[in-house]
């Protein structure tokens, strides 16, 4: 249909192009940073925002008087409080930012909001979308040769895996960092020299047989290539943690701190992407879920969080490597001011926090404005999208373009745009 200027503008002015005209007005201007890594750290059962990194106005589970559990703390950035839990955090705000003001929409349950904090997707019938792990994995591989890309430290799930982007593209993992991967290990008896005859006798019937044209065949071959790579002496050093000094691997704390420690040396060894799980329940009997009784011991879990990310982020910072590693805190969602009848919290997406250190960006302490109880968003709301792109635009990949799912573009962060201010 052919239009004049005077029926463009009386269409304009009835709204019909309104929004075209508000998101081309809104583009944000292209940023690209230059950190080389991401350690991501998982706080599975939902940590409360107004009782770490969002403190509001003191509250009292008895009386059922919404708010903060525990009393707030200043911090090394004016205006911007934390938790007393977090006192060594509070030091260190000056090279942090806690975004308070992410959000979704998704069904108030674990898996469905774990999902969507892991692919930045509601889980689908039809299309297994790819971790954020995997998808950076995908653009950027190791650092180094003779690393994995992807290491999890922690117990593995569908939610963190590679999705349509195949096993190529998946994650190395381990629950206990005493012992590193236990599919890397070679069984007893198995000498060095016998292994040597193994990828020998491997390699012939590889090259006696027909060439793979089934791309999952291909990218399983290329899953055990790498796993055959890695299995050596070279790369399982990486786990002999008691190499370390004993004044800081104290300094890092339990099992948690060992991971976050692990995640550095890791860091080192060329590996891109690690995501470190923090869902260990023993300390309060409920991990970040804290209905009920389990709130009363959930400053167990603070304390512990803040041990270990301090001393990662001063272990980073020493080794010259904070600016070029991401170090990101995530959960599942956060918690409402109100108790329930157990004193505890339930579950609270519209509004909650989740970390960014490192990476060389401009930090400010805390970005996004919540109300007085931490429950409604009045400033800055940001997207899970909008997370992702922050993340992805830190690695200098570009978070508007397409992945494929066979012929099928799918955007790499559905249409997210990265927080601007923390790259000025």
């Known amino acids: 249909m052919n239009i004049n200027r005077r029926q463009a503008l009386a269409i304009a002015a009835s709204g019909a192009l309104l929004p075209r005209l508000v998101s081309a007005e809104s583009t944000p201007t292209p940023v690209a940073g230059k950190a080389e890594h991401v350690i991501s750290i998982w706080l599975g059962g939902g940590m409360g925002q107004i009782d770490t990194f ?7 589970p008895k009386a059922k008087k919404a708010g903060s559990y525990y009393d ?13 839990h977090l006192p060594k955090m509070a030091n260190l705000m000056e090279r942090v930012t806690a975004v308070r003001s992410v959000h979704h929409e998704v069904i108030d349950e674990h898996a469905a909001a774990t999902n969507r904090m892991h692919t930045g997707r509601d889980i689908s019938g039809t299309v297994t979308y790819p971790s954020l792990g995997s998808i950076v994995t995908h653009e950027r591989g190791a650092v180094h040769d003779g690393a994995p890309p992807y290491v999890l430290i922690g117990y593995p799930n569908v939610t963190r895996g590679p999705g ?17 991967p236990a599919g890397l290990s070679r069984p007893d008896g198995i000498t060095p020299d016998r292994q040597a005859r193994r990828e020998s006798f491997l390699t012939a019937l590889k090259q006696s047989g027909k060439a793979v044209a089934d791309q999952k065949m291909s990218d399983y071959d290329e899953a055990i290539e790498q796993s ?38 890791l860091v080192q060894r060329g590996v891109r992407f690690i995501e470190v799980s923090h869902n260990l329940n023993f ?20 304390r512990e969080l803040d041990n270990a990310v301090s001393a990662l982020i001063t272990d980073l910072q020493n080794n010259r490597l904070l600016d070029k590693t991401l170090i990101v805190i995530t959960t599942e969602f956060g918690r409402p001011p109100e ?36 429950k409604t968003i009045l400033q800055n709301p940001v997207s899970i999208p909008d997370f992702f792109a922050t993340i992805c635009a830190v690695l200098n990949i570009d978070p508007a373009k397409n992945l494929y799912d066979g012929d099928r573009p799918v955007p790499i962060t559905d249409r997210g745009r990265p927080i601007q201010t923390l790259f000025s």
């Open 54 to 60: 969002d403190p509001k106005r003191k509250g009292d």
């Open 72 to 84: 707030p703390i200043e911090t090394s950035v004016d205006g911007v409080q934390l938790c007393e």
């Open 164 to 180: 349509f982007l195949g096993a190529k593209d998946s994650y190395l993992y381990l629950t206990d960092t005493g012992q590193g």
């Open 228 to 265: 055959l790579k890695l299995s050596g002496p070279e790369f399982g050093g990486v786990f002999q943690l008691d190499s370390e000094p004993d004044r800081l691997r104290n300094q890092y704390g339990g099992e948690f701190g060992q991971r976050c420690l692990l995640s550095r040396r």
């Open 283 to 302: 300390l309060n009997g409920a991990g970040w879920d804290v209905h009920n009784a389990g709130i009363l011991n959930q400053h167990k879990l603070i």
């Open 339 to 374: 108790f329930d009848s157990g004193g505890g919290r339930g579950h609270h997406g519209r509004a909650f926090s989740c970390v960014l250190a490192g990476g060389g960006l401009n930090h400010c302490g805390a970005y996004g404005v919540t109300d007085e109880l931490s």
